[in-house]
């Protein structure tokens, strides 16, 4: 693994306008599949307004993001609704968790439309090195066993040359998915972005990173796919056949949806938590990535802290959180890592804020660390 550089983290806010939540809601059944009807309706209704963020955020720079599996698995978090933040990290916390909704919430449209294609190519691959292939649209002559090492599946589509007469063909496919969705509503200008974030993972290949103009701090996404957890093992989703067509399978029956908010926002976590009580959901993770620290900033965390509230969760949901090493080291760094990733219990988190414990990020991510 390459020596890490402190660097500067990740994700969101900005306040975003309001667009009322149409009711209308299915009640809850066992892992039940949602309809194409519904998968547009939610990603649309959900939404507000989107947001500026100062990167491209491609993939995560979250290199600790398997130190908290080992927490995760100890909780009784299965079968809930998991609720994360920005592109593919998210996928490995939800094979983990394993809920039975997942929600994908992120101020930037660009992290929808990714999700999007992430889901039209994920849909419509059988194996991991098939949904590899046409990420980075390299189209190796031979096809390796299902099983075979994660290492070796990008290391047998990396020898391969990228093939723009293969990246046209598979970026067709996603359009066919995507049109398959018209309650979508996506606009010409979305598809077009689309088709420039497809674009990007094709010319970069496996190297692509975080942030293409600060490229030298963060991970490769195949350095991001190989991180190991504390035990030195390989858990990224991509690592199994099992954990990948968990995923997919999740996908197909449209349980993983994307939508576009600001945490601090006026109405979007408030119509999640309406639907969630409308089902008799409830929260079981909630992944954050570093967004506090840019709420603490522009002085919204009182309101994003009031947007929790609104969300339905119990005495096991817990948050999980990114810490960006740059200036002050956090105590729980683990070698030379960027990040460090943190699990927290949710009603503990609201009860210590309103007590008045937190007045900045560091007493957030610091709260259970010593």
């Not at 190796?140 to 046209?168: C, G, R």
């Not at 103009?213 to 056949?241: C, I, M, Y």
Request: proline letters at 5%.
């Amino acid at each position: 693994m390459l020596t890490r550089v402190l660097a500067l983290a990740l994700l969101l806010p900005a306040a975003v306008s309001s667009v009322f939540l149409a009711c209308a809601t299915p009640s809850r059944s066992e892992h039940d599949s949602i309809d194409d009807a519904e998968f547009s309706r939610l990603t649309r209704a959900l939404s507000e307004d989107g947001g500026y963020f100062w990167s491209n955020n491609y993939i995560s720079n979250e290199t600790s993001y398997l130190h908290v599996l080992d927490e995760i698995d100890a909780l009784p978090l299965r079968d809930g609704v998991y609720l994360g933040v920005g592109p593919n990290q998210n996928f490995t916390y939800i094979a983990a968790i394993q809920p039975r909704l997942a929600f994908i919430m992120d101020i930037r449209r660009q992290n929808l439309l990714q999700h999007l294609l992430f889901k039209a190519l994920i849909t419509r691959s059988e194996t991991r090195e098939d949904y590899l292939s046409r990420l980075v649209a390299r189209r190796p002559p031979t096809s390796l066993p299902p099983d075979a090492p994660i290492v070796e599946i990008l290391d047998h589509i990396e020898q391969t040359p990228a093939d723009a007469a293969f990246f046209e063909e598979k970026l067709a496919e996603v359009r066919e998915s995507l049109s398959q969705l018209p309650g979508l509503g996506l606009s010409a200008q979305d598809l077009e972005d689309i088709h420039l974030i497809y674009r990007e993972f094709y010319r970069q290949g496996f190297n692509i990173k975080y942030d293409s103009w600060r490229s030298f701090f963060f991970p490769s996404l195949k350095e991001f796919v190989l991180e190991t957890d504390l035990h030195g093992e390989q858990r990224n989703w991509l690592a199994k056949e099992e954990t990948f067509s968990y995923i997919r399978q999740m996908q197909r029956e449209h349980r993983i949806i994307p939508f576009v908010g600001d945490f601090a926002g006026p109405e979007a976590l408030g119509r999640l938590g309406r639907y969630l009580d409308s089902r008799g959901e409830t929260i079981s993770a909630f992944y954050l990535s570093n967004v506090e620290f840019y709420l603490f900033r522009q002085r919204k965390w009182p309101t994003f802290v009031a947007n929790v509230r609104k969300l339905p969760t119990n005495d096991s949901s817990v948050f999980i959180r990114a810490y960006a090493n740059l200036h002050r080291p956090h105590p729980r760094m683990v070698e030379d890592h960027i990040t460090v990733s943190l699990v927290q219990n949710i009603h503990s988190f609201l009860r210590e804020a309103r007590e008045g414990r937190y007045q900045s990020f560091w007493d957030v991510v610091t709260a259970d660390a010593f």
